[in-house]
C-alpha cells in the first residue's frame, strides 16, 4: 500500500522556522505532484504550496516569501520550509499526493497523509 507519512509540526514562536517533510512509500512508480495544504481550527482546508514532476512551483499568496517548497525523487519525499511564521499560521498541515503506484499504472491516485499540527505561539 502507498501511504504519505509527515513529520516536522510542533510548537514555535512567532517569527521562528519550522521545516516539514512528507515521505511517500510503497510501490510508487511515479509522482506527479505533491504540495501541503493546511487546515485551521473552523476553517476550510486551503492550499499552501505544490510542485509538480517537473519542479513547478505555486503559493498561496499568504505564504508566498516566506515558505519555500521542494522534493527529492530519490527518497520520495517533499519539504515545506517554513520561516517568519506568525499566528495565523497555526493549522493542521496536510501533505497531498498525485502518484501512480505499480499496481496499476493507468490511474492516478490522490493520497492524504495523517496531518501535522504546527502552532504558532509566544
Known amino acids: 500500500q502507498v501511504q504519505l507519512v509527515e513529520s516536522g509540526g510542533g510548537l514555535v514562536r512567532p517569527g521562528g522556522s519550522l521545516r516539514l517533510s512528507c515521505a511517500a512509500s510503497?510501490?510508487?512508480?511515479?509522482?506527479?505532484?505533491m504540495g501541503w495544504y493546511r487546515q485551521a481550527p473552523g476553517a476550510q482546508r486551503e492550499l499552501v504550496a505544490t510542485?509538480?514532476?517537473?519542479?513547478?512551483?505555486n503559493y498561496a499568496d499568504s505564504v508566498k516569501g516566506r515558505f519555500t517548497i521542494s522534493r527529492d525523487n530519490a527518497k520520495n519525499t517533499v519539504y515545506l520550509q517554513m520561516n517568519s511564521l506568525n499566528v495565523e499560521d497555526t493549522a493542521v498541515y496536510y501533505c497531498?499526493?498525485?502518484?501512480?503506484?505499480?499496481?496499476?499504472?493507468?490511474?492516478?491516485?490522490?493520497?492524504w497523509g495523517q496531518g501535522t499540527l504546527v502552532t504558532v505561539s509566544s
Open positions: 497531498n499526493a498525485h502518484l501512480v503506484s505499480d499496481d496499476d499504472i493507468t490511474q492516478d491516485l490522490e493520497l
Open positions: 510503497g510501490n510508487i512508480f511515479t509522482i506527479n505532484a
Open positions: 510542485i509538480t514532476s517537473y519542479d513547478s512551483t
